[in-house]
C-alpha cells in the first residue's frame, strides 16, 4: 500500500553534553519539605511516568524532576524526545527541586492509603529525598536537578484550539493503523496536516497506514491551523495524547512548528519531537472506483468476525467472506483447529463476491465505529476495500484484501 521511502530517522541524542547545547537547563536549589495530597500526587505521577523508560542509559533519565515554588509543585518526565509536565497544589515551606526515581516513587504513592497526606522532605547529608505518609518512610536517592534537561519548546508557529472530544476523535480513530516496523519510521505515528475534503473544504485530517490498513479522520479547520505544514506525530506522543484527552473534557491547546508539537489543558503540558521524515502519498492508494455497495450491522458483523476467526491460523488471521444478495458467509479454515463459518444478513445487491481478509485488521477497524451500520465499497477480490461509518462522514478506512 505504501511506496517506499528513504531518509533519516530522527536523531536521538545519547550524549547529555550534546542535548545541552540545544534543551534549556533547571538550576534550582534542593527541596527542602513540603506536602500534598495523595490522590493529587498519583494522578500526575500516574499520567507523566508512562514516558520514562524502564533501563535507561542515563540514570537521570529514569527520574522525574519535583519542582516546588509557592503553593504548587511541578512534576517533569522526559526521555529526550518528548516532556510531560503536571502542575499540583502543594503546602510549600521552602521552594527547591530535586529529582527521584520515577516509576519507584510511582509505586510507594500508589501504595500509600487513599485520603493520606504526603509529605517530601530533602536530607542533603545522605543525598536522600524522605517520602513519609501516615506510619510509611521511604528514603530515595535523588540526583541534583541542575542535571535534569528537558526539551526547549522553542518557536512554535501554528497554534489552535480543540475540544478534548475532537482531539480524541481525531487521533484515536486512526492510531490502531500505525505501523510498528522500525525501518519504515515515517509509518510510526499519525500524519496531522491541513487538506482539502471531497467536497472543497479546508479541513484538519489525520492520517495513520502500516501499508495493509490505513484510517483517515478529519474535521473542520480550526482556526490558526491554516498553513500549518504536515507533521508526524511519534507513535509513544499518540499513546500519552490518549491519557490526556480522556481525562479531560475541556479544551487542548495545540502548538506546532517545525520539529515539534505541543499539547496543553489545564495544569498538564505534553511536548514532543516530530518524526523528521515524508509522509508517503496514502492518496493513491484510497479507491475511487469501487462499485459493489455492502451494508452490515457493525455489532452483528465484529461479532461474527470475533467468533469465525477462532478458527483462522495465528499466523494469517484469515477470514473470507462470500457475498451474495441479501447474505454473507464468513469462514475461515486451519488445518491445526478445523472450520468455522457462519452468515449475516447484509444489504447487499451486485454480483456474488468471495474477498478474504486478516480478522484482526477488520475487528480493530470496526472497533471505531459509532453507527449501527458500516458501509463497504468493493471491487474485486485482489483490490482494496473502501470502508465508511454512515454516522462519521469525516472517517474513512481502506483495508487490503488477503488470499485465504
Known sequence: MCTAH???FWERDNSMAKAAKQEKQLDNQLIQK?????????????????????????????????????????????????????????KVEISGATTVPAHTLYDIVRKLS???????????????????????????????????????EGNLTHNFVLKASECERLIDKARFAMSTEETRYYL??????????????????????????????????????????GVIIPRKAVTELKKLTEENSGDIQIGVSENKIKFATGNVVLLSKLIDGTFPDYEKVIPSK?????????????????RVSTISTEKTRGIKLSLNAGSMKLSANSPESGQAEEEVQINYASNKLDIGFNSRYMLDM????????????????????????????GALYVIMPMRV
Do not use: W
Open 6 to 8: 528513504s531518509g533519516h
Open 34 to 90: 513540603l506536602e500534598v495530597e495523595r490522590a493529587d500526587f498519583l494522578r500526575a505521577l500516574s499520567r507523566i511516568q508512562g514516558i520514562v523508560e524502564k533501563r535507561n542509559t542515563i540514570p537521570i533519565l529514569s527520574n522525574v524532576m519535583l519542582q516546588a515554588e509557592k503553593n504548587t509543585l511541578k512534576l517533569t518526565a522526559t526521555d529526550m524526545d518528548m516532556v510531560a509536565q503536571e502542575t499540583i497544589p502543594a
Open 114 to 152: 487513599e485520603g493520606s497526606k504526603i509529605t517530601l522532605e530533602a536530607e542533603p547529608n545522605s543525598g536522600r529525598l524522605r517520602v513519609e505518609s501516615t506510619n510509611a518512610k521511604f528514603d530515595l536517592s535523588y540526583l541534583p536537578a541542575e542535571d535534569f534537561t528537558v526539551l526547549a
Open 188 to 229: 510510526n505515528g499519525v500524519y496531522l496536516h491541513v487538506a482539502k475534503s471531497e467536497g472543497g473544504d479546508s479541513v484538519l485530517r489525520a492520517v495513520a497506514t502500516d501499508g495493509h490498513r490505513l484510517a483517515r479522520i478529519e474535521m473542520a479547520l480550526p482556526a490558526g491551523a491554516a498553513g500549518m505544514a
Open 290 to 306: 469501487n462499485d459493489k455497495i455492502m451494508e452490515v450491522d457493525t455489532k452483528t458483523l465484529s461479532q461474527a468476525v470475533d
Open 366 to 393: 470496526l472497533a471505531q465505529f459509532e453507527g449501527e451500520t458500516v458501509q463497504f465499497l468493493l471491487s474485486d477480490p485482489t483490490a482494496p476495500a473502501l470502508v465508511r461509518d454512515p454516522a462519521d462522514v
